[in-house]
């Protein structure tokens, strides 16, 4: 099915072991984008991607790693998950900077 | 990327017009206006967008003003489905990424 998808849905990990998000979009959108989302917070911006091997850091980069190797995928890496990265989180792909973007429908994390 | 502010919430009758308002007062001239919802802690969906010119698709009607400095989102019939937190975005052409904002509240009552 043509989309923007995530995976897995939900996730449980403990403190300290990496974890890794996956996104996928099927329209070849040159920009794709990691979100987290959080009471009070509500949208922040982790990375963004404007093609294949071509990253940069958003608002809140830090301890998230993300690569793209492949232009419809972006998976968004916790190194060592701490109890702060508990939150929802959303992936998104626009065709180009002036198109909308696609959100998939998010990853809760839970970190204990 | 222009900063916009909207009321932090609003109701609406259900199957009257909904207005929703942002002010985007700082904008450029090759910024676009973008709105979207969020309906419970779903992912963020994609209502509409414009430049200068005042859109409509199947789900939402954007109204620009002449200097772009506001716009205002029309639900022309609101429904209970409709009750999500809007949000009113500014992205350039060389914008990179949405910056979201705290949005709108909208409540659809009975």
């Known amino acids: 099915d043509a989309g923007i998808t995530q995976s897995p849905r939900y996730k449980i990990t403990e403190t300290g072991r990496q974890v890794t998000l996956m996104c996928h979009q099927t329209?070849?959108?040159?920009?794709m984008f990691w979100y987290r989302q959080d009471l009070g917070h509500g949208l922040r911006l982790i990375y963004y991607?404007?093609?294949?091997?071509?990253?940069d850091k958003g608002e809140v980069p830090d301890g998230y790693v993300v690569s793209r190797s492949k232009t419809e995928n972006f998976p968004l890496t916790l190194e060592s998950a701490t109890r702060s990265q508990t939150s929802v989180y959303f992936c998104?792909?626009?065709?180009?900077?002036?198109?909308?973007?696609?959100f998939g429908q998010g990853t809760r994390l839970t970190v204990v | 990327d222009a900063k916009t502010t909207q009321p932090p919430s609003m109701d609406c009758a259900e199957g009257r017009a909904a207005n929703l308002p942002c002010n985007h007062s700082?904008?450029?001239?090759?910024?676009?206006v973008y709105w979207y919802r969020q309906i419970h802690s779903q992912g963020p969906q994609y209502i509409i967008h414009?430049?200068?010119n005042n859109e409509t698709n199947e789900m939402a009607s954007l109204i620009i003003t002449e200097d772009r400095k506001s716009s205002t989102l029309i639900l022309p019939h609101a429904t209970l489905r409709d009750t999500a937190v809007y949000y009113c975005?500014?992205?350039?052409?060389?914008?990179?990424?949405?910056?979201f904002g705290p949005g709108t509240r909208l409540s659809v009552l009975p």
């Open positions: 700082t904008i450029s001239g090759n910024e676009y």
């Open positions: 414009g430049l200068k």
């Open positions: 998104a792909s626009s065709e180009t900077t002036h198109t909308e973007a696609f």
């Open positions: 329209w070849s959108h040159s920009y």
């Open positions: 975005i500014v992205r350039g052409n060389y914008g990179q990424n949405f910056v």
């Open positions: 991607s404007a093609a294949a091997d071509i990253t």
